[in-house]
C-alpha cells in the first residue's frame, strides 16, 4: 500500500446513501423477510456499493441498515431500494437518502482531487462543477 493516494477519476454515476432506521418491533420483520431482502440484494448486487446492517458503537442489537447505491438517478435508487421487502413491509421507521461523493478511499482507488485548491470552492458550498479549471469535485 502506498503512503499518498493516487488521483483517480470521479465515479460518473451518482452514489446514494441511504440510512434506514428500524422501528418499534422490527426484530420480527427482519426475520420474516429477510430470506427476500437477501434474495433482493443478491439480485441486485452489482447496484450497491456496500451494504449492512448497523448498530450501536459496543451494541449487538441491529437498529437498521446502511446501502450506498449507484443510480443514475433519485427515482432509480428509491425504485431499487422499494424492491426489497425490509421496505415494503415497514420495518424500517426512518429512510433517508442522500447523495455521496466518492472522494477518497479504497472504493475509489484513491482521491478525486488534484489540489486543495482544485475544491475550495466546494469547501465553501460553492457550485458543482467549476467549469474554468475542467473539474467537477
Known sequence: ????????????????LVICRDGPGSAEPRQTHLA????????????????????EPGGDAL???VFLVNADSLDEAQALMEGD???TCGMYETIEYKELTNS?????????WESVDAIRHRAAGGPTDD???????
Open 36 to 55: 427476500g431482502h437477501l434474495e433482493h440484494v443478491e439480485n441486485n448486487w452489482q447496484c450497491y456499493v456496500t451494504a449492512g446492517p448497523i448498530r
Open 63 to 65: 437498529v437498521g441498515s
Open 131 to 137: 467549469l474554468s479549471k475542467g473539474i467537477d469535485a
Open 85 to 87: 421487502p425490509y421496505i
Open 1 to 16: 500500500m502506498t503512503d499518498f493516494p493516487p488521483t483517480v477519476e470521479k465515479q460518473a454515476q451518482t452514489c446514494y
Open 104 to 112: 477518497i478511499g479504497l472504493y475509489p482507488g484513491g482521491k478525486i
